[in-house]
């Protein structure tokens, strides 16, 4: 066993916030030269990139965790992890026919830009993928365990985080895990609600620029491990 590095927050072109530079080539890379092991890919409402990402994961000896960041109908942002691209996938076509469909202005928010395996600029998504599904959190939590993954309150102390909208942690649907962002939050969180909830905590950068992604978080793990591995190591 030893402390590995994940970087699990972290958004590609696809997600509209993110900087053009954030393709998965540029990702893997990134996190190659900073020494992380582990890289999650959390665009918002959408795994279209993840095919991409596990591509370029590999040309990079870096282990992707595929995720999507789903905003439930109480605008709270939620992280779902899976073992498989496939099975983030099948979510996201559940996601999409759930999703508050709505146009926007790209010149002025951000692109959504899905790209192939060679990192090339494939399709641009026209509506806008951060909008709020028809699912509550109770129901997304239903879903992503009956999928075999794990789901994490994503930076809860933020906008569209779970604290900061709700006030409170809710019993239901059980979170083992909440994400943090900044160092002085961990203080609040562990005096709050560690022994309550049973809950653990990982600090993410929420990377939607190059810049941003760099050693913040470790796990335990195994000398050869998972995606099943690391799933269970962040609960």
Same mark, same amino acid.
Request: net charge negative; aromatic share 8%.
């Given at each position: 066993? %030893? ?29 190659? /030269?900073? =020494? ?16 991409? $990402?596990?591509?370029? $994961? @590999? ?7 595929? %995720? ?6 109480? !605008?709270?942002? *939620?992280? $779902? ?16 026919? #759930? ?7 790209? @010149? ?9 395996? !060679? ?6 998504? !026209?509506?806008?993928?951060? $909008? ?6 109770? @129901?997304?939590?239903?879903?992503? /365990?009956?999928? %075999? =993954?794990?789901?994490?309150? /994503? ?15 809710? @019993? ?5 895990? *909440? ?7 961990? %203080? ?35 000398? #050869?491990?998972?995606? #099943? !591995?690391?799933?269970?190591? *962040? *609960?």
């Amino acid at each position: 066993m %030893g402390l590995v590095e994940i970087s699990l927050h972290n958004h590609t072109v696809l997600s509209p916030c993110a900087e053009l530079k954030m393709t998965p080539a540029k990702i893997m890379a990134r996190a190659a /030269a900073e =020494g992380i092991e582990i890289v999650g890919v959390t665009d918002h409402n959408s795994a279209a990139n993840l095919r991409a $990402a596990e591509y370029q $994961a @590999e040309r990079f000896g870096i282990k992707l965790l595929p %995720g999507i960041e789903i905003t439930s109908t109480e !605008d709270i942002h *939620l992280l $779902a992890f899976f073992e498989e691209v496939e099975i983030a996938e099948k979510l996201a076509d559940m996601l999409e026919e #759930k999703l508050f469909k709505r146009e926007y202005n790209p @010149e002025r928010i951000g692109y959504q830009i899905v790209v192939n395996q !060679d990192d090339e600029f494939s399709e641009v998504i !026209d509506y806008f993928l951060p $909008a709020a599904v028809s699912l509550g959190i109770n @129901e997304i939590g239903s879903l992503v /365990a009956k999928a %075999g =993954g794990i789901l994490i309150p /994503a930076h809860v102390f933020r906008s569209q985080g779970l604290i900061k909208t709700l006030g409170f942690i809710p @019993e239901k649907p059980g979170f083992k895990v *909440l994400e943090y962002t900044l160092d002085e939050e961990l %203080g609040q969180l562990k005096a709050k609600y560690n022994f309550k909830n049973r809950a653990s905590f990982i600090k993410s950068t929420d990377s939607h620029f190059i810049d941003s992604i760099k050693k913040v978080a470790r796990i335990e793990l195994p000398a #050869k491990y998972s995606r #099943k !591995d690391i799933l269970g190591a *962040l *609960l």
